[in-house]
């Protein structure tokens, strides 16, 4: 079975960097999809983020403009989150999810706060 | 941007009801959409893909059905489990987006 599990710091400072590694398990990311971050905000409102592809393109969400960036290691099997200059208002629970949605980390709050 | 309408945001209803969902896009988006269900402190889980199809797992009394660009999962008979946050996301444009979220509780 696809297992994704999501890591990283739960705590960041404004105008620092957010960096989250997702680690696949049960499945070879450069066999096939798409590999996503999502995340949800304290109001609940949901927002894709963008993915890597399985072949290594991506595809981000122009609402981030140009402060995300999302990579890979094949070799370890895990994705990676980069969102730069973060505010208060990146604050949120994020989440990796792959294989068109079907599979979902368990998620991790990130505060942003000094 | 596609825009996702999801309506009711709050939906009270009692075990055995028939309850239905709805995201209107707007846009086309042919049957790009996902049904999602949260429950607190879980990651979400896909209930419903290509707007009809159940996905792996997912009950029978789910299902999801369209009508022009008004997309709805309906619970034919609601059980206790089936309280939680539903949401429905368009992928047939990017950015792919979500609806607002509709919070299925008890009546």
């Known amino acids: 079975e696809i297992q994704l599990q999501e890591s990283g710091p739960g705590l960041v400072k404004p105008s620092q960097s957010l960096s989250l590694t997702c680690s696949v398990t049960g499945y070879t990311i450069t066999s096939g999809y798409d590999w996503s971050w999502i995340r949800k905000f304290p109001g609940n409102k949901m927002e894709w983020m963008g993915y890597?592809?399985?072949?290594?393109?991506?595809n981000y969400n122009p609402s981030l403009k140009s402060r995300i960036s999302i990579t890979r290691d094949t070799s370890k099997n895990q994705f990676f989150l980069q969102l730069n200059s973060v505010t208060t208002e990146d604050t949120a629970t994020y989440y990796c999810?792959?294989?068109?949605?079907?599979?979902w980390g368990q998620g991790t709050l990130v505060t942003v706060s000094s | 941007d596609i825009q996702m309408t999801q309506s009711p945001s709050s939906l009270p209803a009692s075990l055995g009801d028939r309850v239905t969902i709805t995201c209107r896009a707007s846009?086309?988006?042919?049957?790009?959409l996902r049904w999602f269900q949260q429950k607190p402190g879980k990651s979400p889980r896909l209930m419903i893909y290509?707007?009809?199809n159940l996905a792996a797992g997912v009950p029978s009394r789910f299902s999801g059905s369209r009508s022009g660009s008004d997309y709805s999962l309906t619970i034919s008979s609601l059980e206790s489990e089936d309280m939680a946050d539903y949401y429905c996301l368009q992928s047939k444009e990017s950015p792919w987006t979500f609806g607002g979220g509709t919070k299925l509780e008890l009546k």
């Open positions: 999810a792959g294989r068109w949605f079907a599979y």
């Open positions: 890597i592809s399985y072949s290594g393109s991506t």
């Open positions: 846009q086309d988006i042919g049957n790009y």
């Open positions: 290509g707007a009809t």
